[in-house]
């Protein structure tokens, strides 16, 4: 069995266990933060080095890679982990997290130079304001989470972005076809999870939404390349 085969058959355990991560897990979760950080210097030895011009192509590549880290590697060693309001564990499936931990710390376990305490503390619209890095920041008011998505429609396109909702904060991920929410979630199961968007309970709680795009945003993912500070 090559190692290739080994490593998928390990991701899916960890990815789909409601269980705690083993140290194996721990190993390559390690590592997969040591290849992401790794990835995030090799782009900004690239951006230092091209003309003015070319850095916009370095941005992109920059963050449709930290996009497919997130959503396919980072994130699922995540789901199951249990929430709690005041959790904030720095380990996936050990201990506990709160929603906006869970916003900061993988962010900073991609290479984010961001305080993922202080940054967790704020309140959840401020968690997307400083995010944002300056980019524009979409806002939804009065209006429930069908109504929301539906007004998202042909404003949003395929990538990732945060979004703060009355008291909770969280990640949503278009794929081009679904839109999913990734959160910790205190509705059943209590964990951080995958959901499509549409069948949330913690969005259809919510009257305001306010959001921004993380893999699409070039002035956050040039302070993620350069390791400026955000948050």
């Known amino acids: ?35 992401v950080q790794s990835q995030r210097k090799k782009f900004k030895a690239r951006y230092e080095a091209v003309t003015l011009a070319e850095k916009k192509k370095v941005l992109s590549e920059a963050g449709k890679y930290l996009h497919k880290s997130l959503t396919d ?34 962010l900073k376990h991609c290479g984010f130079n961001l ?6 503390q704020q309140y959840s619209l401020e968690i997307v304001k400083r995010i944002s890095s300056g980019d524009s920041v979409l806002t939804y008011r009065g209006m429930n989470a069908q109504q929301f998505l539906q007004s998202t429609k042909g404003k949003i396109k395929e990538g990732l972005y945060v979004v703060g909702l009355d008291n ?6 278009y794929d081009g076809l679904e839109v999913y929410f990734i959160h910790s979630s205190y509705f059943d199961p209590g964990t951080v999870v995958r959901e499509k968007a549409s069948e949330s309970k913690a969005l259809a709680t919510s009257r305001t939404f306010v959001m921004c795009n993380i893999s ?11 390791g400026e500070e955000i948050g």
């Open 73 to 106: 590697t980072i994130f699922y060693y995540w789901y199951g982990t249990k929430w709690d309001f005041n959790g904030y564990t720095d380990k996936p499936g050990e201990g506990i997290i709160a929603c906006g931990y869970f916003v900061s710390t993988p």
């Open 216 to 226: 699409s945003n070039e002035k956050l993912i040039k302070k993620w390349i350069l």
């Open 168 to 173: 909770h904060v969280g990640f949503l991920n």
């Open 115 to 120: 305080n993922r305490f202080k940054l967790a």
């Open 1 to 35: 069995m090559n190692k290739f085969v080994i490593f998928s058959i390990l991701f899916f355990l960890c990815s789909f266990s409601g269980h705690e991560n083993s140290p194996l897990d721990m190993k390559m979760y390690d590592t997969v933060k040591t290849n």
